[in-house]
Every structure is written in C-alpha cells, then in structure tokens.
C-alpha cells in the first residue's frame, strides 16, 4: 500500500515561531488531507488539499502532487497549535477510498 | 456547520463484553468509515461502507467486528468479544464520494 512519512517527529518551538511540517507519499494520490490532534484526542480538519496552496489564518498548506509532498506552514506559532499533526492520503483503487495516515509530527509551543 | 458525532465519548468494559459505537454521519454524506487510534501511534482504517454494505476493511477488521446502518442516521461499529488490545480510540468519518473525510470527536475504548 502507499507509504506516508512525516518529518520531523518532533517540534519544539517558541511562541510566535513560524515552523513547516512535510509530508512525504509513495505514489500519486487523489485525496489529501492535513489534521490537527488536540490534546484531547479529537482530530480537527485543517485543510483539503490535493494539489495547489490553500491558507486559512495563520495556516496554509502547499501540495505538489507531481513531486509527492505537502508542507503545512504555521506562523506566529501560538501554544494552543500544540498538538499532533497527521497527513492522510487516499489513493482511490476500484471506487474505495480510505485514508492512510503518516506517524504525525508532534508539535510543542513553548510560551 | 454539519459535524459528525459519536456516543459514548469514553466507554470501559470487561475483556470478553460486547461493545457497541454509535455514530451519527453527516446527513448528505454516503460514505462511512472506522478508524482506530491505539494510544501513542497513528490513525489506522478499519473499514468503509457504502449503499449498506462493506467497501473495503482492513486485515485488523477480522470477524470480532461487524458494522451496520440500523436506520437512515446511525452508523455502528460492534466489538463481539473484546480484547484487552482493542483499547484504542476509534473514530467515524464520512464524506460525498471523492471529497474531504469529516471526523467525530471519537469514542475511547477501554478494555480492563
């Protein structure tokens, strides 16, 4: 199946940083999407992005799907952007679709 | 905005009980999915189901598991005999066929 990695594994950063997390797939993908997980374990949307750059705040995402990555910046880092950070993938095979997530990027906002 | 809900948010049962998770899709959406989350690691899937049968599972959705849409609202996932390792969240999403997957705010299960 498709392979996703994320990089880097672990971010400590001080409040009003900016960071860039990566994600990396093994194959071409129709359906990519970035989450949010909060210290309470819900996973919160952040962006729907196949292909392109989307931005929404202080957040924005790029894709390059020909070169199989994603970069999801955050800038002015605030403590409450801490959390883990998933990639999810789907590679549509036969008309189903699932989602394959990479291990997360955890991110620690330090005040 | 619509959102995907689930119930319990955290539920504690005895190895060998039968657990249900009830999840409410969003209302147009036709897709519906399990994941779980063992603690510290990734999302994993579970299953997918469409037009009231299963799409697409996993090899860790072996027989122990089964899930249903009982009416027009309610999405189901059914552990017959848990295992102390089916502690994990799990989570339901949905979505219209090709787009975003919408998550619930998942059910912590705990097996004692």
């Known amino acids: 199946g498709i392979q996703v990695e994320q990089s880097p594994p672990d971010l400590i950063l001080q409040e009003g940083a900016n960071s860039t997390l990566r994600c990396n797939f093994s194959d071409s993908v129709n359906n990519l999407q970035w989450f949010h997980q909060n210290p309470w374990g819900q996973l919160i949307n952040l962006f729907y992005?196949?292909?392109g750059t989307k931005q929404n705040g202080r957040l924005s995402a790029t894709t390059v799907a020909t070169e199989r990555y994603s970069l999801l910046y955050i800038s002015s880092s605030q403590t409450t952007d801490s959390g883990v950070y998933f990639c999810?993938?789907?590679?549509?095979?036969?008309?189903?679709?699932?989602?394959?997530f990479g291990t997360g990027t955890r991110l620690t906002i330090i005040p | 905005e619509p959102e995907v809900t689930q119930t319990p948010s955290h539920q504690v049962t005895q190895m060998g009980q039968e657990v249900i998770l009830r999840c409410v899709p969003i209302?147009?959406?036709?897709?519906f999915y399990w994941y779980r989350q063992i603690l510290g690691q990734k999302v994993e899937f579970l299953v997918s189901f469409y037009n009231n049968e299963i799409s697409e599972k996993s090899e860790i959705f072996d027989d122990q598991f089964s899930v249903e849409r009982p009416d027009g609202s309610n999405f189901t996932l059914k552990i017959r005999s848990t295992k102390l390792e089916d502690s994990a969240m799990y989570f339901c999403a949905s979505s219209e066929r090709g787009y975003e997957q919408y998550f619930g705010p998942g059910t912590r299960l705990t097996v004692t």
């Open positions: 992005i196949p292909s």
């Open positions: 999810a993938v789907e590679r549509r095979n036969f008309g189903n679709e699932k989602l394959t």
């Open positions: 209302s147009n959406h036709l897709y």
